[in-house]
């Protein structure tokens, strides 16, 4: 997974890509910029999700792998990254287009269907099928080998594509006198990416562990997944797969990528993997207490301004050992 800067973009100077991507970039340069964006927001959730957590999802500035080792084995935490990160490319193209920031794609026409009763279609559909297209040729180009980590890449990258499709939903405006709303106006959009990634966290926390086959074929040995129990229901398109167990995060170790949970801040009260005893590993924690400065005993003036007061209030913080 590697993340580009911003517009303009010239393909060539965009380190880490292979060939195919290189050819899609030359050929889709106009929205080259929300691919970037959309996996910059990918990331952005991912630390979101699992700031509670041993793992907390932290970059490397100075490497083109961003997440360092962490992706070079077959974990659940790979699995999430790869499907964020598509679903994030995804989102953001869909989202480009349908503001009409790209001149190759648009509105969605295709998908309307018959309205509904006492409303009608307007607006812009979102086209997620461009955007999953997209994130499908982009992200999908470096896994086409015949072995099982490029079968478990192409999965969870399509399961993040396909967690929009899943939420997508219809938006409606109303129309009418004094906002009675006697007509609405509706159109398919996405959500807000926080659902997709609140989505996609449950799925990492149920992922399916799989084991890996060789069949021998007329192009030489495949490797493909199956489920390692087959008393569980076999994951689907939508479930996050994984074939290789997690390191447990609470020591820094160069060669799996953890940075350690020494100095991170825990939750004393909490009972949770956010909590002190669960994200500090046993080790115990320390605690400090900070001066804040805050607004407070704000009044509402007519009209129209909040005055308020700045408060200074004292916080004990728990880090861990």
């Known amino acids: 997974l590697f993340l580009f800067g911003f517009f303009p973009i010239l393909c060539g100077s ?7 991507q290189l050819r899609f970039c030359r050929n889709y340069v106009e929205i080259m910029p929300s691919v970037a964006e959309g996996v910059k927001i990918g990331i952005q959730e991912c630390q979101h999700q699992f700031r509670g957590r041993r793992w907390n999802c932290t970059t490397v500035n100075d490497s083109l792998a961003i997440f360092g080792p962490v992706l070079d084995k077959a974990t659940r935490e790979s699995a999430f990254v790869h499907a964020i990160a598509s679903a994030g490319v995804a989102f953001a193209v869909t989202r480009s287009c349908a503001e009409g920031s790209a001149t190759i794609c ?4 295709r998908h309307k269907g018959s309205p509904g009763e006492g409303w009608k279609w307007g607006g812009c559909s979102e086209d997620v099928e461009f955007g999953s297209m997209v994130s499908r040729e982009f992200a999908d180009a470096r896994e086409n080998r015949p072995d099982a980590r490029s079968a478990m890449n192409r999965h969870n990258n399509e399961a993040g594509r396909t967690s929009i499709i899943e939420l ?3 938006k409606c405006k109303c129309h009418g006198l004094s906002g009675s709303c006697e007509v609405k106006t509706c159109w ?3 959500p807000d990416f926080r659902v997709i990634g609140d989505y996609l966290k449950d799925k990492y926390d149920s992922a399916s562990e799989m084991v890996v086959e060789k069949h021998r074929e007329s192009r030489g040995w495949v490797e493909t997944l199956r489920p390692k129990y087959n008393f569980f229901k076999a994951p689907t398109e939508k479930d996050l797969v994984y074939y290789e167990n997690s390191p447990n995060f609470c020591e820094p170790n160069p060669e799996t990528g953890s940075f350690g949970t020494r100095d991170r801040i825990c939750n004393v009260t909490s009972h949770g993997i956010d909590g002190c005893d669960l994200l500090c590993c046993g080790r115990g924690h320390n605690t400090r207490t900070e001066k804040r400065k805050e607004k407070c005993h704000c009044i509402f ?10 408060c ?3 916080y004990d913080v728990h880090t861990c050992k």
């Open 14 to 20: 965009i380190p880490g890509l292979v060939p195919k």
């Open 106 to 109: 648009g509105c969605d026409t």
């Open 168 to 170: 997508m939903h219809l």
């Open 188 to 190: 398919w959009s996405q």
């Open 301 to 310: 003036h007519w009209c129209c301004y909040v005055r308020c007061q700045e």
């Open 312 to 314: 200074i209030r004292v």
